[in-house]
């Protein structure tokens, strides 16, 4: 799914009027029945007045719009509007086809708007027409809004929150968003979670010959893109065929690390497997996880030499070895010599970091920082846009696959595109999901999926197992990483639509 900025959606818009063709005020009719339907889905009990608040542009026009069709499925509607100078045409027949019970307040001072918490509130003041930041009664009203509101849904966007830019001044804090056809860029960025809240898409039918040709460095994977990447088993397949992948990885006292990994990695469907680690590792890996070969390092608690690199298909280094000097030098070695596709990540990148090697990543490779991880990279961000664009440099400067973890984590590659990932949730942020993921993006690089391809679709899978595992018996709080491990099957079974 294609991320277009506010710019391009106007034109999307202006598009599809003109060679759909479709009266803009039945454009606008489709989109306030699509957050409608959304927002029935959402609040389907009629118990609670739903306060609409209306500026007076095509946001607002939306508002009047879904005020109508709300108060014709029994919905208790309470509409204010705010009264400015200039209001829009569609707003304006909208204004008159409105029915003359629904109670409708006019609103010239901040003042004069009451916002109740036992109230539902929609948020149509401003959308995606934002062009400065909030000021004056504008501001006051978001913020009457944010203290007394208890459910905020917001019309496309939150009234003052900047699409493609950071939102530097007030804004509505929703707690949902019904956006119209496209997510937002700033939906992706965490510090924006604040102003959308939980945040859906509503397809409008926008103009599809544009959107094809419209450019654009960001998308979302959606479910199609993994299907079409996934390659089915072969039915006479050997082992051999899947790649023999390499784990360096453990120190003492986390052996748990390595385990984690390696056991992600043979559930993707690597056909072999060995881990390095240092002696002390090698007991708990072999017991945890009896598929895996074990190849021991000649030191007992931490890793410091390479191994035997030839004929392997993919090489992860990082979760769980610490930073020794001797641990350094082995990363230093492994960078110089690069046998095999590598996959880097944790202390791997706190090493390349700390020595500054980011020069010596070879080509091709796939790097999976968290944000501390990406800072210690290439330093601190002033906003997650900044964030972006420094993932996009280090992905060209690297020619290599980076993938920027958390919420949404953001993939890039050196051609300059970003592919955001939609799957997972918060019960994620728990110790080893990094280390499941390392492994599953090598059980995918081993098994001769390109280094992009390993990145978006290990992230899709690793997230959608967690979403498996938190639907059919986890929490959010409950789930550790080795559950995401557990659905990878399902996840599998899922993503090729076997179920
Ligand atoms: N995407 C689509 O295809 C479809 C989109 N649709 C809907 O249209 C919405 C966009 O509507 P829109 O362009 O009329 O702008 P909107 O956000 O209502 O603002 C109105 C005016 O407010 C002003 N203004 C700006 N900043 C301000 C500020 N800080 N404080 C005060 N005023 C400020 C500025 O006018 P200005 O004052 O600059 O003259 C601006 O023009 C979109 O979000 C969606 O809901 C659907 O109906 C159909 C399909
Ligand atoms: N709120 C969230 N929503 C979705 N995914 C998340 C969320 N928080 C964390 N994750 C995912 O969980 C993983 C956490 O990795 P990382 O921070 O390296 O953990 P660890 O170091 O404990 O292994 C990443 O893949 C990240 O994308
Ligand atoms: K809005």
Redesign the pocket.
Known sequence: MKILNAKQ??E??AFTIKNEPIASLA??ER?STAFTREFVRLFPKKDRTVHIIC?Q??????GLAVARLLFAQAYRIRLSQIISE?S?D?FNKNLERLPKEIPLEKIRFATELKVSPEEITIDAL??????????GR?LEIAEEINENATDTIA???PT?FCCDAPTESVAVKATYTIS??FPKLGFLLPENSKFTGKWLVAE?G?HPEFIEKEKTPYTLTEAKDIRKVLRPREHFAYKGDYGHATLIAGAFGKAGAAVLSAKACLRTGAGLLTVRCPEKCVDTLQFSVPEAMCDLDSEKEFLSSLPDLSKKSAIAVGPGIGTALDTQNMIGELLRISPAPLILDADALNIIAMRDWIDKIPEGSILTPHLGEFRRLVGESRDGFQRLEKLRELSAWTKSVIVLKGAFSAIATPDGRVRFNGTGNPGMATAGSGDTLTGIITGLRSQNYSAEESAVLGVYLHGLAADIATERKQSYESLIASDITEHLGLAFQKAQHLR
């Not at 542009?57 to 939306?62: A, K, R, T």
């Open positions: 959606i106007r999307a818009d454009l606008m989109a500026g542009g095509n946001n607002g026009g939306d200039n829009t569609d401003l959308g995606s027409g934002l062009n400065r930041p909030l000021e504008y019309i496309d966007v003052g119209f056809q409008i926008l």
